[in-house]
């Protein structure tokens, strides 16, 4: 008999408006649009190494999994064999240090972001943020945005030993904002944001305006989706001004 290959499970869960106690984003594709800054600091690495410069979609498309992952792509898709270790990491390090310099030059929150964070905090919700970006990197962008005094706790890809889809970095995103996994949500751009939500236990929203919505298609049941932040509130059952 014929048997479907088995797919990642989520959960539709959402609770409801009156147990919601606080909210946990991804960042790159959910709340900023990054990849220009991105794909600039890795040409400027692939330029040092005599190699032509990468496509918007390209890059887009190697975002989600951590900086280290991001620059093996690069290195990868230039050289056309994956890098060995001793190539990976000081290009890592020269990334990250170039990255960080001029992580907001291009970079940008997408339409509404600023506007609804200070809503959803004006309504008693506790905001954290836990993305795959290595720590420094993400407070660099977020200092760099006048973003970062509208969370309470910010986890990155190396602030705990795995990185989304494990859950790990959102159940320390949780404990930092003291909150159980029922009365929070996870929103996220991509497969890793829902998967990490369904493991942990959170409700999930994936918004369809970013990097990783393509890999929504893979998951049962698809996530509930949102196509503007600025639609975030009302899909969360909040109500009024
Ligand atoms: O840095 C990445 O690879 C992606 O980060 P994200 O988890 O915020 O989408
Ligand atoms: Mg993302």
Redesign the pocket.
């Given at each position: 008999m014929f048997e479907a290959p088995d797919s990642p499970g989520t959960s539709p869960f959402l609770p409801a408006a009156r147990r919601l106690r606080g909210l946990v984003f991804?960042?790159?594709?959910?709340l900023i649009d990054s990849v220009e800054d991105l794909r600039a600091a890795l040409n400027r690495l692939l330029a040092g190494r005599g190699r032509p410069p990468l496509e918007r979609s390209a890059v887009q498309a190697m975002?989600?999994?951590?900086?280290r992952?991001?620059v093996e792509r690069a290195l990868t898709a230039a050289h056309g064999a994956a890098p060995d270790v001793a190539t990976l990491d000081p290009a890592l390090t020269a990334f990250l240090a170039d990255y960080e310099a001029a992580a907001a030059v291009h970079t940008r929150a997408y339409p509404g972001v600023r506007e609804v964070l200070t809503r959803l905090r004006g309504a008693g919700l506790k905001l954290a943020i836990?993305?795959?970006?290595?720590y420094a990197a993400s407070v660099a962008v977020l200092d760099a945005l006048q973003l970062s005094d509208a969370f309470d706790a910010v986890i990155g890809?190396d602030s705990t030993p795995a990185r989304?889809p494990d859950p790990q970095p959102l159940q320390a995103a949780l404990d930092a904002l003291g909150l159980p996994p029922g009365g929070a949500v996870m929103i996220?751009?991509?497969p890793?944001?829902a998967l990490a939500a369904a493991a942990a236990g959170t409700g999930f929203i994936g918004v369809t305006y970013g990097?990783?919505t393509a890999g929504f298609a893979a998951l049962t049941p698809a996530p509930i989706t949102i196509d503007r932040f600025a639609d975030l509130p009302a899909r969360l059952g909040l109500t009024g001004g």
């Amino acid at each position: 008999m014929f048997e479907a290959p088995d797919s990642p499970g989520t959960s539709p869960f959402l609770p409801a408006a009156r147990r919601l106690r606080g909210l946990v984003f991804d960042l790159d594709g959910t709340l900023i649009d990054s990849v220009e800054d991105l794909r600039a600091a890795l040409n400027r690495l692939l330029a040092g190494r005599g190699r032509p410069p990468l496509e918007r979609s390209a890059v887009q498309a190697m975002v989600g999994d951590g900086a280290r992952k991001l620059v093996e792509r690069a290195l990868t898709a230039a050289h056309g064999a994956a890098p060995d270790v001793a190539t990976l990491d000081p290009a890592l390090t020269a990334f990250l240090a170039d990255y960080e310099a001029a992580a907001a030059v291009h970079t940008r929150a997408y339409p509404g972001v600023r506007e609804v964070l200070t809503r959803l905090r004006g309504a008693g919700l506790k905001l954290a943020i836990c993305t795959n970006k290595p720590y420094a990197a993400s407070v660099a962008v977020l200092d760099a945005l006048q973003l970062s005094d509208a969370f309470d706790a910010v986890i990155g890809g190396d602030s705990t030993p795995a990185r989304k889809p494990d859950p790990q970095p959102l159940q320390a995103a949780l404990d930092a904002l003291g909150l159980p996994p029922g009365g929070a949500v996870m929103i996220g751009d991509g497969p890793h944001d829902a998967l990490a939500a369904a493991a942990a236990g959170t409700g999930f929203i994936g918004v369809t305006y970013g990097y990783g919505t393509a890999g929504f298609a893979a998951l049962t049941p698809a996530p509930i989706t949102i196509d503007r932040f600025a639609d975030l509130p009302a899909r969360l059952g909040l109500t009024g001004g």
